[in-house]
């Protein structure tokens, strides 16, 4: 971990509840949020050749009152107003940030942080999306390239701000993940603007991807394979020439970042 989190987490440890965080006796980040505590999971990505693990998506663990578990939608529901899902969003990042980035080791190398943007914050946030989120990494001392934005699914209503927020963020400094469920959307959308990494829920693939597949290896982004459930869908997705994968048949979410890093 670098010295800023390091230091942030020490100082967290003596300060317990600074700002709306703590730190639980086997050393984990739990935020606060309408009296309920935010945990992170994480499940891997890896290379689809070779089954390197690049990297981890982050997924919020909720509790509520008493411990009972309770979904992280149900949480974001609450969020009425626009600032209330700007604050829960900003301490589901910075818990999962530090969550992740505690855990580096040189053992591990480097990895990639996929974290989500909740529907509702494409329009919530006016103009520069991320630059809050930077200063918060600049201050920790971690690279804003090794965080992958993942952006939800475009439709054809939101094409226009998919645009917008994708270019704001990459401006920002960090990569951006994009998805779709169609593959005509999905290369409208790159022509207009680029990503890094494009995502596919593995039920989805057919061969009808294929020019956008190609499209999206054409500009250098990677292809991700999500929801992978078994070997057949492992399979389809490595004959399209998709480059990564994730999903239940390569690990489930832990919270144990260490062990993930570990599969292949």
Do not use: K
Request: with cysteine.
């Amino acid at each position: 971990m670098t010295d800023a989190v390091r230091s942030y987490l020490d100082n967290l440890a003596r300060d317990p509840l600074r700002d709306d965080l703590r730190v639980t006796q086997g050393g984990r980040v739990v935020g606060r949020f309408l009296r309920c505590e935010i945990d992170s999971a994480f499940q891997p990505v890896a290379r689809l050749v070779g089954d390197t693990v690049t990297g981890a998506q982050a997924l919020a663990r909720v509790h509520g009152e008493g411990g009972a578990p309770l979904s992280p939608w149900n949480l974001f529901a609450q969020a009425a107003s626009g600032d209330d899902l700007v604050l829960l969003d900003r301490r589901c990042r910075i818990v999962h940030t530090l969550n992740f980035f505690r855990e580096r080791t040189d053992a591990v190398g480097v990895l990639d942080l996929l974290l989500n943007v909740h529907p509702r914050l494409l329009s919530t946030v006016s103009t520069d999306h991320g630059r809050a989120f930077r200063r918060v990494l600049d201050s920790l001392q971690v690279d804003s390239h090794q965080v992958v934005i993942v952006l939800p699914p475009v439709t054809t209503e939101t094409l226009d701000l998919q645009c917008q927020v994708a270019a704001s963020y990459r401006l920002n400094g960090f990569r951006v993940a994009v998805a779709s469920e169609h593959p005509t959307l999905l290369q409208a959308l790159l022509a207009r603007q680029p990503a890094d990494v494009v995502r596919i829920e593995a039920h989805r693939l057919t061969a009808a991807w294929r020019p956008a597949l190609t499209l999206t290896r054409s500009i250098g982004a990677e292809v991700h394979a999500t929801r992978v459930e078994d070997a057949a869908q492992r399979a389809l997705a490595l004959q399209l020439g998709v480059t990564h994968w994730q999903g239940w048949h390569l690990a489930c979410p832990a919270g144990d970042l260490m062990a993930q890093a570990q599969i292949a």
